[in-house]
């Protein structure tokens, strides 16, 4: 079955901080990959994709991640974390030839002054 | 930037009432959706819909709902008689191109009393 997994719940980092976020994913074909991020009381905001090419994506805010095929991984990173960075992040996963997105359960960054 | 938008920003209804969401997808998009997120849960997809017809559907779009696009600009979601556990926080999206990437809406908060 195709799933999205986000291992982390809940991460807390100090500002100015790196940050890595996980994803892993079960797809049985090539997969088109997404991250959003939700902060509190609004809708999703798409911060990076990655259809084909260059494994390694730039997104808005400073954020970019890693496609990794042999991982069935793709991790978001910030080499500096903003406070303005807390909200919840979303992996996502579809595929050409679908309608959907299957969305990973999220993971809640707190950012600590 | 173009954006998707959502009306009423947030409902409340007594079970067994009809509702209807709306939104205005991103004006040259082909592609529309909708998802839900129930508190605390994974975002999920409801239903996919193209050329004036449903495209793809989830195992939650049951006979409760439809979707339907009656003009030009609009597309909407129909709850026939809601229950409690339609609770959610529903968001509209839309998309140029199948697989392509997805745009959503800010959400409609409803809430089920």
Known sequence: ?113 | EPEVTQTPSHQVTQMGQEVILRCVPISNHLYFYWYRQILGQKVEFLVSFYNNEISEKSEIFDDQFSVERPDGSNFTLKIRSTKLEDSAMYFCASSGTLGNTIYFGEGSWLTVV
């Open chain 1, 1 to 113: 079955a195709q799933s999205v997994t986000q291992p982390d719940i809940h991460i807390t980092v100090s500002e100015g901080a790196s940050l890595e976020l996980r994803c892993n994913y079960s797809y049985g074909a090539t997969p088109y990959l997404f991250w959003y991020v939700q902060s509190p009381g609004q809708g999703l905001q798409l911060l990076l994709k990655y259809f084909s090419g260059d494994t390694l994506v730039q997104g808005i805010k400073g954020f970019e991640a890693e496609f990794k095929r042999s991982q069935s991984s793709f991790n978001l990173r910030k080499p500096s974390v903003h406070w303005s960075d807390a909200a919840e992040y979303f992996c996502a996963v579809s595929t050409s030839g679908t309608y959907k997105y299957i969305f990973g359960t999220g993971t809640r960054l707190k950012v600590l002054a």
